[in-house]
């Protein structure tokens, strides 16, 4: 049962991925720039006299989110994999294979997507995250390792 727990979430995440890509770009700037204007007025609040330029940080919030998603996405592909036996490199390598090819999907079905494109920088962008996300899931599975060592 826990892995196929485990096997959704990584549906929906990927479902929610896809949702986020299925925004016309007016519709996912709009999303992007509302949090870049709360960054903005938090800052200014925090830090009188700061200057930003919301447009150079909407950008910034649209490639971190990005490489946010991928980084969750790399963790969860790992996640589960390691769930149903698939350890070790062969599953670190099957993660990066998944993912990656979920981002190039994912680009490629923005050209379908009213005013959106594929950015082959997103894809390399998207990567970092995975790769990322799957050095933290193992550097935390080998913590937890350490430390049930520690404890017998």
């Not at 896809?18 to 709360?38: R, V, W, Y």
């Not at 790399?74 to 998944?98: E, F, P, Q, S, Y």
Request: aromatic letters at 8%.
């Amino acid at each position: 049962m826990r892995k196929f727990v485990y096997g959704a979430v990584v549906i929906l995440w990927m479902a929610l991925i896809i949702s986020f890509s299925s925004q016309p770009a007016s519709s996912s700037n709009e999303l992007s720039s509302g949090i870049s204007d709360k960054i903005v007025a938090t800052v200014e609040r925090l830090v009188p006299g700061a200057e930003l330029d919301p447009r150079e940080l909407n950008h910034a919030v649209r490639k971190n989110a990005h490489f946010f998603i991928y980084f969750v996405l790399g963790m969860l592909v790992l996640g589960t994999l390691t769930k149903i036996g698939v350890r070790g490199m062969r599953g670190m390598a099957i993660t990066l294979l998944v993912c990656v090819l979920f981002a190039v999907s994912d680009e490629v079905h923005q050209l379908f997507v009213m005013g959106r494109g594929a950015q082959v920088k997103d894809v390399f962008i998207d990567s970092a995250g995975v790769l990322l996300g799957i050095g933290l899931y193992k550097w935390i599975e080998r913590v937890r390792s350490n430390n049930k060592d520690r404890s017998k």
